[in-house]
């Protein structure tokens, strides 16, 4: 689906009208009940004339060219540019969401830069970037926009990346991800009370879109768990945790543990040790995760990529910069010749940590 750029207000097909005149949305597992003129809970899908629409079709909180890996995404393309781009709103609750001033924004004046999805791939390509990133909200909010972006994208020859919780019904979670390349999705802890107490949400909708993913997609997928001291970085949760992952999973799906700082509505709860993080990736590689990763901290041994099979070094990292390179041109350990599961290059790209903010009016036809 793609609408006329100017367009804001776009209809959607996912909701049905219930017998007390209300409209049900039925994209994502809270199934928001509203009536006329009310939002849904994720503020960008609302009712207008019994029926409901995307609000924000076409507006965007900003464009930014960042590092693949900061998605964080460490075995899709590493090296390459990404353009970033988010709008508002969030179907979560998270309470500590690092992101609250676009996502749980309620502002319309925060979605300044409007961009057709035509404009998005023009901007992506003149740009140098081998892939649009989906980010900073949840975009399965406003799939009907992502989707036509990541059609124009898909026909110059760009990936797009999904960067979700992955809170989304089968139905429309087959339409989104059929126009995805990859995903990092955001596994926020490991139980029902964690999801239902600090996220407003329910685990198993998460657990089902990882499973289809990996199982029935050919979108690459990589798992992120921010670490909250007292909420979900007990051994308990990460054994179970990854125990899952690689059972439900494979191994080969690999995962960070990223730093929480206090933020939003947890400003009483202490950043993340470090320490946190290298016991995680230890339980995580002890569970037979083959390739687990420590973030938003330095940290050269749980930044890089290993050959899971002799132990060599494969990919080395700096936070968001690349040292070493020793992986083949099929994706395979140089000593050992061991496949590391990815979507690589002969060569790494050279983008390094930069981050360039992009006006897209610069790139409109």
């Known amino acids: 689906m793609i609408a006329d750029a100017m367009k804001t207000v776009v209809p959607t097909l996912y909701w049905h009208r219930l017998e007390d005149g209300r409209v049900q949305c039925d994209l994502c597992p809270r199934f928001c009940r509203i009536k006329e003129g009310q939002r849904g809970l994720c503020f960008v899908r609302a009712c207008e004339k019994g029926e409901i629409v995307l609000t924000t079709y076409g507006r965007s909180s900003g464009f930014c060219v960042d590092p693949i890996e900061k998605k964080p995404l460490n075995h899709f393309l590493p090296g390459t540019p990404v353009l ?3 709008t508002a709103g969030c179907n979560l609750t998270c309470r500590f969401c690092q992101n609250w001033d676009m996502s749980k924004s309620r502002e319309m004046d925060i979605l300044a830069d409007q961009a ?5 791939a023009r901007a992506a390509e003149s740009l140098g970037c081998r892939s649009v990133a989906y980010t900073y909200n949840d975009p399965v909010i406003f799939l009907e926009y992502a989707v036509a972006v990541a059609q124009a994208c898909r026909a110059r020859g760009i990936k797009s990346v999904a960067v979700t919780a992955g809170y989304i019904c089968p139905e429309p979670r087959a339409e989104f991800f059929a126009w995805m390349d990859a995903a990092n999705v955001d596994l926020k802890g490991f139980s029902e009370d964690f999801y239902h107490r600090l996220c407003s949400g329910h685990l198993q909708p998460v657990l089902e879109t990882l499973e289809y993913l990996v199982h029935e997609t050919p ?73 687990a990763y420590t973030g938003n901290v330095h940290d050269d041994a749980g930044g890089s990529t290993y050959c899971h099979h002799c132990g060599h070094k494969l990919i080395g990292r700096d936070w968001y910069v690349l040292s070493d390179w020793n992986l083949t041109a099929e994706g395979c350990c140089n000593r050992c010749g061991t496949v590391c599961a990815g979507v690589f290059e002969a ?19």
Do not use: C
């Open 84 to 86: 970033s781009f988010g």
């Open 116 to 120: 057709a999805p035509e404009t998005i």
């Open 219 to 291: 979108v690459w997928v990589e798992l992120t768990t921010l670490l909250i001291p007292g909420e979900n970085d007990s051994d308990a949760d990460l054994e179970a945790m990854t125990q899952w992952v690689v059972e439900h999973l494979g191994p080969d799906v690999p995962l960070h543990f990223t730093a929480f700082h206090p933020d939003y509505k947890m400003f009483d709860v202490p950043a993340t040790p470090p320490g946190t993080l290298t016991r995680a990736r230890a339980i995580a590689l002890r569970n037979g995760v083959r390739h």
């Open 347 to 365: 060569h790494p790209g050279t983008w390094g940590g930069r981050r360039l903010p992009v006006r897209l009016r610069d790139f409109a036809g």
